[in-house]
């Protein structure tokens, strides 16, 4: 970031002239005007202060309408727990394919948007509160384009599984212990996370189809 000059290095102001040492006359005496500012450095000094006013308006402006602007963008989105007949409509606008794991008896579907392009539903047991530590099934969706392309690219690494899901969609973990496996399908622009604590589990969901969009 750029170092913020002083007010006076706009005009080029010098401020340890000395334009206000006593000025002598050819006897010795000093002037009687002494001590007062030349006109020029007067006019320096006017033009100085009204720029340090206006800056001080401006900066204090933009300053508050950037905060503000600030404090709304960075405002995370409602998180909320719906029953299965509200997740519709908890889901209203977000303009793309959402996943989920299907429903499930004895759960509340936590859903959060940290951003447009990322939607989360959790599996929350009954007792468990929105915003919960505890780790739990969940379904991320993610917006991109051509998600099945890189999906295929990562199931080549060593290591790596690599299978097929109905619908020509493929999926890919990291190891067959893995927490989170990625789903992907063909002409849908929807990268799908699945992430269960136990081991395995999310690569397994996968593979039974029972990762299907909401609705």
Do not use: N
């Amino acid at each position: 970031m750029p170092q913020k000059r002083d007010w006076k290095d706009w005009l080029g102001f010098d401020s340890a002239r000395g334009d206000d040492a006593p000025e002598e006359r050819q006897d010795g005496t000093a002037k009687s005007g002494s001590g007062r500012i030349r006109p020029t450095a007067a006019i320096a000094v006017a033009i100085a202060v009204g720029l340090l006013v206006w800056l001080l308006l401006i900066k204090g402006g933009g300053d508050d309408s950037s905060s503000e602007s600030d404090k709304t963008s960075s405002q995370p989105k409602a998180v909320s727990v719906v029953s299965e007949s509200e997740l519709l409509g908890a889901l209203k606008g977000t303009g793309y394919p959402i996943y989920w794991a299907g429903p499930r008896v004895e759960v509340g579907y936590e859903v959060s948007r940290p951003s447009s392009d990322r939607t989360f539903i959790r599996y929350l047991p009954k007792g468990e509160e929105a915003g919960s530590e505890k780790q739990f099934l969940t379904v991320g969706s993610y917006r991109q384009s051509d998600p099945l392309a890189q999906i295929q690219e990562l199931g080549q690494k060593p290591g790596a599984v690599l299978v097929q899901a109905a619908g020509g969609g493929a999926a890919y973990a990291e190891g067959p212990d893995a927490t989170s496996a990625y789903l992907a399908f063909p002409g849908v622009d929807t990268q799908i996370e699945v992430f269960d604590p136990k081991g395995g589990e999310a690569l397994e969901l996968i593979r039974s189809g029972a990762i299907v969009p909401v609705g």
